[in-house]
Structures are given as C-alpha cells and as structure tokens.
C-alpha cells in the first residue's frame, strides 16, 4: 500500500541487530513508557466504569450501552490528518500532541470523579466522552510515533514494547481504582488517576525525537486524500481492510465485558483487581513478549495464522468457567491462557497495521487502520450485553469463538499478499 521508506533514529546495521539488542534500545523503552500512557485513560472508561456502574445498579445492557461512550477511538481517523499537517511548535512533529493531550486527560478524570452514577448517566457519559476524545488524540499522536521510529524489522518488537507498556499500565489503572473504590469510595479514586496521568509528560519529554526525511504535508487536503488514494488504490486494498477487521473480532467480543462476567461468578472488586487483573496483565506482556520475539522467526503470516487460532481456541476456557462458577485453578488458567494468547494475536494485528502506512502520513493512515480494528471491539456492546443478558455466559462464549472463524479463513486466503509486506520497502 504505502511506498515510502520508514525513517528512524539510527542507520540500519550492516548486521542484522539480535532481539534482546532492540528492545533494550531507547527508542523501544521510549515506545514503552508512552505506551503506558496510551493505556492508562482507556481502562478508566472501560473496566473502572463497567465496575461504577454496577455498583450504582445499572443493568449489563446498560453497561453494554454505555461502552457506546468509547466511540471516539473508532472515529479519531476524522481529525488525525490535522495531527500530520500542523505539528505544535514544541517538542517536535509528535510529541507536542502527546504533552497537551496528557494534561487534557488529567482535568477530564478530574472532572470524572466529581460525578454520580446514582444522580444521572449524562455527566456520566459527556465526561467519559470527554475523556476518551483526548485519550484517542493522544494515541494518535503517539502510534504515529511508533510508526516513524520502528525500522521494518522492529515492527513485531516494536509493537511488543507498546504493549509491555500499555498493558501494564491499564491493569495499575483498572486494579487501582477497583481497590481504593472497594475501600474509600469512587472519588478518590479518580482523583488520584488524574494526578498519574499528568505524570507521564515527563516521559514524553524524554522521548526521543525520530529523523524525518520528509516535511508534513503541506495543505490538509494532501494530508488526507493522499493517504487515502495510498490505503485505497490497490487491488488488494479492500481485502486487507476486511482482515484488519475480522482478526481480532473473536477475542473483542469474548472481552467486552468481562468486568461483568467475573462478578457474575462471583470473584469480587478486590478479588478482580488484585488477583484478576494482575493475571491479565502478567499474562498479556508475556504474550507481547513472546509475540514479539516470536515475530522476528516467524514473519508475520506465521504470526497471523498461530496466534490468531490461539487467540480463538483460548475463549473455551471461559466457556468452561461459565459453566463451573465461581473456580480459582479455573479462572487462572483461563485468564492467562487467553491473554497470553490475546496479546500475540495483538502483536500482529499491530504489526500489519504498521507496515500497511506511509510514514509521511502515520497519524492519519495508523488511525483510520486501527479504528477499522476495533470497530467489533466499540461497536459490539450492545449486542454483547443483550445476548449475556438474555442467553447467558456459555452461549456467549460460543458465539465469541465462532466469530473468530472468518478472519483465520481470511489470512489464509490473502497469505501472498502477507508475504510481501514482511520485505523491506525501497
């Protein structure tokens, strides 16, 4: 799709550099710290929401509902062109984005706390939306980022540090949260997340900044229609949009509300955030790991095709859990099986989107390609919680491994054409 070589922060080697080399690299730790600041705002309205809600007595449809508020994730694609063409007169072509973004998120979860499920869900929602909006800028500012520094053979790693960081972050986010709610109320919780989260403009500060070869574009026309004539003016375009869809639909839905599910079995807040969480963010950066170096051998329709049966096999093991009740051995394994799983199909999916973009417009191209992926993850809620609510936990988990069939089949048909992006762009 795209032509242009990426541009990094060094030359390429004459010798091919070992794993362990790159991901120790600043670059790759700089990539990690700013993922975690990707991930920390989005558990806020995702898991710790889930969790208020239920709390307050909000039934799973209208749980279901409300994750509607994340829709600002699947439409950042409309104002990232703006982020290529006018770069903010500090900190470089990315990282200014970044910086403002991260003082943003930190008064709306400030404004967040002062609010009451059991009042009304509108100040609710317009600061959960408020809150998503300026954490979607912020990953975009910060997955172009990526894009620009990873040279083609650090695309698996590369995504593999994204993930240590982001994971890990969420899951100190949502357990934080779930913890001090259980014990101190919802308040101070939030409170203390707003204060974190302007925290992390220092490590956007240390960041380094990539060598661009090229300048921005220099109308917001060109930063869009030329992107867009790059994604869409080949004849396999459509068909890689549809992979970029249906690759990660499976797992999406098998995880849209988990929060819920869990407490439906009976594992409590304390009991989510401290035993839960802790497994599906351990397990998940061993999966980014394992993925990402995984990756290096494999290439990506390797990749694509191992984890991505992975990912779909595991959700049986909370078709299992639905069925036992509430089973530490059970859910231990269940978690960390399917977020080890979860994780390295992720590194691929990331992997596809970064070398499906031009790094003249990544912010604009890796927004629009990651909204396309997690379209089933923000627009299957509703659907989610009526079929939990009216066929209950085991059905739903069928459903959620069935869903994941046609973007296998679809990998393998499209397995030349995966091929070719592994070879390093002229």
């Not at 357990?175 to 409170?191: E, I, N, Q, R, S």
């Not at 890689?240 to 639909?249: E, T």
């Amino acid at each position: 799709m795209s032509t242009v070589a990426a541009s990094s922060t060094q030359a390429p080697a004459a010798a091919k550099p070992k794993w362990r080399d790159i991901l120790a690299s600043p670059k790759m730790v700089a990539i990690m710290v700013l993922g975690a600041a990707s991930g920390f705002p989005n558990q806020i309205t995702e898991s710790a929401l889930q969790a208020w809600l239920k709390d307050s007595g909000a039934s799973l449809t209208d749980i279901g509902l409300a994750s509607y508020v994340a829709l600002p994730y699947l439409l950042k694609f409309l104002w990232a062109p703006a982020i290529d063409r006018y770069p903010l007169p500090f900190l470089g072509r990315r990282r200014g984005w970044v910086v403002l973004m991260q003082l943003c998120l930190a008064l709306a979860i400030g404004l967040f706390a002062l609010q009451s499920p059991e009042v009304s869900l509108t100040p609710i929602a317009v600061c959960a939306v408020a809150i998503v909006f300026f954490s979607a800028t912020q990953d975009i500012a910060i997955d172009a980022y990526r894009t620009d520094v990873a040279q083609p053979n650090e695309r698996g790693l590369a995504a593999a540090a994204n993930n240590l960081g982001y994971r890990t972050s969420a899951w100190i986010a949502a357990a934080f949260a779930l913890v001090v709610a259980d014990y101190f109320g919802w308040k101070p919780a939030f409170l203390i997340l707003a204060a974190v989260m302007a925290a992390f403009c220092f490590g956007t500060l240390l960041a380094p900044e990539p060598h661009y070869e090229h300048q921005p574009p220099r109308t917001l026309k060109e930063s869009l229609v030329v992107p867009l004539r790059e994604l869409l003016g080949t004849p396999s375009a459509i068909a890689f949009i549809f992979l970029v869809i249906l690759f990660k639909v499976g797992d999406a839905f098998a995880l849209r509300l988990f929060t819920p599910f869990m407490m439906d079995v009976g594992f409590t807040k304390t009991e989510i955030a401290l035993v839960l969480k802790a497994l599906f963010t351990a397990s998940a950066v061993v999966g980014a790991i394992l993925g990402g170096v995984a990756m290096v051998r494999l290439g990506l329709l390797k990749s694509m095709l191992i984890f991505g049966a992975l990912q779909a096999a595991s959700n049986f093991l909370y078709y299992a859990l639905a069925l036992t009740g509430k089973s530490y051995p059970l859910m231990i394994v269940a978690v960390s099986i399917d977020n080890v799983a979860g994780a390295m199909g992720n590194i691929a999916s990331v992997a596809l989107i970064m070398a499906l973009c031009d790094v003249r417009y990544s912010a604009f191209q890796y927004a629009l390609l990651s909204a396309i992926a997690m379209t089933p993850r923000y627009l299957l809620g509703g659907p989610a919680g009526y079929l939990a609510d009216h066929s209950g936990w085991p059905t739903y988990y069928v459903v959620s491994v069935l869903l994941a069939m046609p973007g296998l089949l679809l990998v393998w048909l499209m397995r030349e054409k995966i091929k070719l992006l592994d070879q390093p762009r002229a």
